[in-house]
């Protein structure tokens, strides 16, 4: 006699089809730590820096910069230091920081945190182990020289990251940093609708993504600034997102 097959409950068969998709994609579940948690975990014995402000406490938000410098970066710099704001740039080697070396010195000297964008972006998920070791010691190197120091952050290109990286990125000492918030900046010069997307996303915590390389997010800078101060919003750096927790290497952080 031939037997019917029992029917799956929905959520089981909602599992078993995310599993195959997952399995089928290459794809992880990708295990991150929040600012907020690290914070906790940390308790009192941390050893992050806390700058002019302590997250446990006060309303934070970090403002952070993908794939500079580039011509609109000394514009965006003024504008952060007139509205004393600091942020955190994560920056490419490639057509960037080797051709704008006063910019990421200038970045640092105003108390911004200098960050890893890789060399030349490309998507670190798809190249070999050595190749994501070049792609990230090449701006290392490339930074300390002009600052003084190597990254302790890094982003990697679209987000895109999985052990592999984790393992390298704890090798060079680089904890990886995703964000909450982007304005998709890269589809549209419209700066009042970068604006919006902006404030319409940020929360307690947030980490906002932008990139200074496009024609439409500095003009974009004043209001989102002035609008989130007065929600009461304090702007500060990754690191000091964290404290009293220090940012651990091959950790990705998120909100």
Partial sequence: MRRTPSRLPAAALLSVLVTL???????????????????????DDGKGTFGTVDCREAKCVALTFDAGPSENSTRLLDILKEKKVPATF????????????????????????????????????????????EELKRPDDAIEKLIGRRPTLMRPPQGRTN??????????????????????????EDS????????????????????DIYRGTVPAVPGIVDELKKRGYVFVTVPQLMAPAAPEPGTVYRP
């Fill in 21 to 43: 998709t997952l399995a089928m994609s290459g794809c992880a579940r990708l295990d991150t730590t929040a600012p907020s948690t690290a914070r906790e975990n940390a308790g």
């Fill in 192 to 211: 009042a609708l970068i604006e919006q997307r902006v404030l319409d996303r940020t929360e307690r915590d947030g980490i906002i993504l932008l990139h």
């Fill in 90 to 133: 994560f920056l490419l080697g490639k057509r960037h920081i080797e051709r704008y070396p006063e910019l990421v010195k200038r970045m640092d000297a105003e108390g911004h945190e200098i960050a890893n964008h890789t060399w030349s972006h490309k998507i670190l998920t798809k190249i070999k182990p050595d190749e994501i070791r």
């Fill in 163 to 188: 052990d592999t990286v984790h393992e390298i990125c704890r090798e060079f000492g680089l904890s990886e940093v995703l964000w909450s918030v982007t304005a998709k900046d890269y589809t549209t």
